[in-house]
C-alpha cells in the first residue's frame, strides 16, 4: 500500500482503527507522556495493543516511528502548498489559502507536532536531514511568494522575506502549544487573525497620486 | 548570596567562570546533546570539572538546575519589561523596546532558551507551575499593552491582542531554532525587523475626513 499519497483523494492519514494508526497514537503519546529517550518499542506495542511484529512491520525501529509521525504532517502541509500553488491566486490570497492550510492541519495534529518540535532533535541524523528538507521546501515556498510578490509591488517591503516567513512558522510551530481544541476560536478563525495580521503588515503603502507627465 | 535580583544593577547572570555559571553552562551543553532524562548530575560535574558537592551547593536537584537556566532568562527578560514600562514611552515605542529586549536576550542565551523550550516540559509540576507565572506575566504585559492601544485608537484592531501576543512571543521562541551568532544580521537588525512588521500591522487606518458637524 502506498502511504505517501491516495488518488482517491483521501489525505494519507491512516485511519486510528488501523494497525499503523493504533501505532502511531500510542507512540505521540508516550513521546508526550515521558519523552522519546524514555519510551521503549515494548511500550508502544503495549499501549497500541500490537504484537512487535506487527510495529515492526511497519516501521524499521524507534527512530522511524517518530520521523512517520512528522512525515505524515508535513506531506499533508507540501500536498496542501502544491494545490494552493497551482491555483493561480494572487500573492494575497496564496498567503491567506496557505495560512488556512497551515493552521487547521497543525491544529488537527496538534499532539504530534507538539511531540516532534520537542523531540525531532532525537532522530538520526539522516532522518533530521529528511525533515529539513521537507521544512526547508516549505520554507523555501513562502520566502519565494513573499520576495516575488515585495518585487512587484503587490507587498510592501516592511521586512526582509526571511523575516516575514520566520514569523509565520513562528506562529505555526508555537500553536500546538497554546492552541485549544475545544476552546472558544476554531482553526478557521486562527487562521483569519493571522492572515488579516499579516496581510495588514505587508500591504503597499497607498499610491501617492500620479505625478503629471 | 540572593540569586533573584541585584541591587546594584547587575543582571544577575554569574560570570561563567564563577562554578554556578560553569555547572550552568555544561547542564546546558549536555541537556542540548543528549537530551535533559538521559544527562545525569555525573556527567554535569564532571564536564563542569567541580565537585558534586558544589553543584548540590548550588543546586537542590537535576531539575532544579534545567529551571534555574530558564529562571534567569527569563527574570532578566521581566526586569527588562518593567524598566520599559517605566519609560512612559507610546505603546508603539513601548512595543518596539520590548522586542528589542526580547529578541537580544533571546539571541544572547539561545543555547538555554532552545534546550529549556525542548525539555521544559520534562520539568516538576511546582517548577512548571513557576515557569508558567512567568511566561504568563510577559504574555500578560504584551496582551493588555495591544488591547488598551487597541481600545484608545493608538493600534489597529486588525487581529485580537491574543493573536498579536502569540505572534511575536512565536517569532521570539523559535529564533534559538534558526538564529545564526556570526550571521549576517545581528539581533538589533531582528528586532527592528519585527518591530516594523508588527507596527505595520498595527498601524490606525488613516482617519478619514472630519465630518463637518
Redesign the interface.
Known sequence: MNQHSDPAGNDGRPPVSSTRGRIISAAVELFAEQ????TSVNQVVARASVAKGALYHHFSSKDDLLFEVYRELVDRQLSGLHDIQRRGLSPAETLRALILDLVCTTAEKAAEAKVFF??G??LSDANQQRTRRARREMHDAVLGLVAAAQAGGEF?A???PE??T??L???????PV?YQPDGRKRPAD?AE??S???L????PAPTAAEPST
Chains 1, 2 share one sequence.
Open positions: 519523552g522519546f529517550d524514555a520537542r523531540e532533535h532525537r510592501s516592511v521586512a526582509s523575516m516575514v520566520f514569523t512558522f513562528g506562529v505555526i510551530n508555537e500553536l497554546w486562527i487573525e493571522l488579516a495580521l499579516l495588514a503588515a505587508l500591504r
